[in-house]
């Protein structure tokens, strides 16, 4: 049986709770909120579309038996220049829940989408004194996904074709890692048939992609619960998958988003592709920022 929880039922969880259902990759749901009527009125709103769904609602003891926990705390929305007393409130919230993971013996994968994502991700791993290796965060998988359709735009090849990853800190200190890019195991550096493509306008490019969606949408929440769906999917199944997402990386010691391998366990092999040392720095100022981020919750908490 595949048992997912969400903690935190705002747009980007309850869209996720529906999306789990409407693909059926949830045979039990778990729904948590702090607010008690907004969880009632999700699992009633749930329900008319999905009548058989097997829904437990505020009930922490379910916790302990799930395979995937999402958090989906805070406003995933913010500007990162807004998001102070968002961060407040996000940290805390963290620091709260502590208590009721550890009476359930969490032993599933959590995976976190609350920003700033990396920093958070790292304060959860510590406050819920869970394994690294059992606590990520969806990190740059999204900027990833932008950067591939602004290559395959540009290159005008399938998009299965094209490989590559962006490292370091989601809304933040992205590192775009040309080193590991490839469209049909060409590198970038040489022309793709017969068309050379321009690393500094892909990269702007790839910005384009999201900020498209904040313009139009107010809100880049659709692309993050459907790779939030394909991350869930690679642990479910088992599956080896590669994405960057945020992990504990010894190498930059601590969180950062990286490609990882994903299984049943969590993060399984760290993708070590070798990295031009100007990218290597570009990640360790990442790294960087995110323990000043992770300080400054710790200041909140004291």
């Known amino acids: 049986m595949r048992q997912i929880g969400i903690i935190g039922l705002g747009q980007v969880g309850s869209a996720l709770a529906a999306q789990l259902l409407a693909t059926r990759q949830a045979d039990r749901l778990v729904l948590i909120d702090q607010n008690d009527d907004r969880a009632v009125g999700l699992q009633h709103d749930l329900l008319a579309g999905f009548p058989t769904a097997n829904l437990v609602v505020q009930d922490w003891s379910a916790i302990g038996n799930l395979d995937v926990l999402v958090v989906a705390l805070g406003d995933q929305e913010l500007l990162r220049e807004s998001r102070f007393g968002e961060l407040t409130t996000t940290t805390k919230a963290i ?153 504990n990386q010894p190498q930059f010691n601590g969180y950062i988003s990286y490609p990882v391998q994903l299984n049943h366990r969590g993060v399984g092999n760290y993708v070590l592709l070798p990295l031009y040392p100007l990218e290597e720095e570009q990640i360790e100022v990442a790294a960087n920022a995110i323990q000043e981020q992770l300080a400054t919750m710790s200041d909140l908490l004291k």
């Open 95 to 247: 620091h709260d829940l502590a208590k009721q993971v550890k009476l359930v013996d969490f032993k599933g994968v959590v995976v976190n989408l609350a920003n700033p994502n990396e920093a958070i991700t790292a304060l959860i791993q510590r406050e819920w004194l869970l394994q690294p290796q059992q606590v990520i965060g969806l990190g740059t998988v999204l900027d990833t996904a932008r950067l591939r359709l602004a290559i395959q735009s540009a290159s005008k090849q399938n998009i299965n074709s094209i490989t590559g990853y962006v490292y370091g800190q989601h809304d933040g200190d992205l590192v775009t890692a040309w080193s590991t890019v490839r469209v049909n195991g060409q590198t970038i550096d040489q022309p793709i048939y017969g068309k050379k493509l321009d690393d500094h306008n892909l990269t702007v490019q790839a910005k384009m992609n999201g900020f498209y969606a904040l313009k139009g949408l107010g809100s880049d929440w659709n692309g993050m619960v459907a790779w939030t769906c394909r991350v869930i999917d690679a642990i479910l199944t088992d599956s080896n998958e590669v994405f960057s997402v945020a992990v």
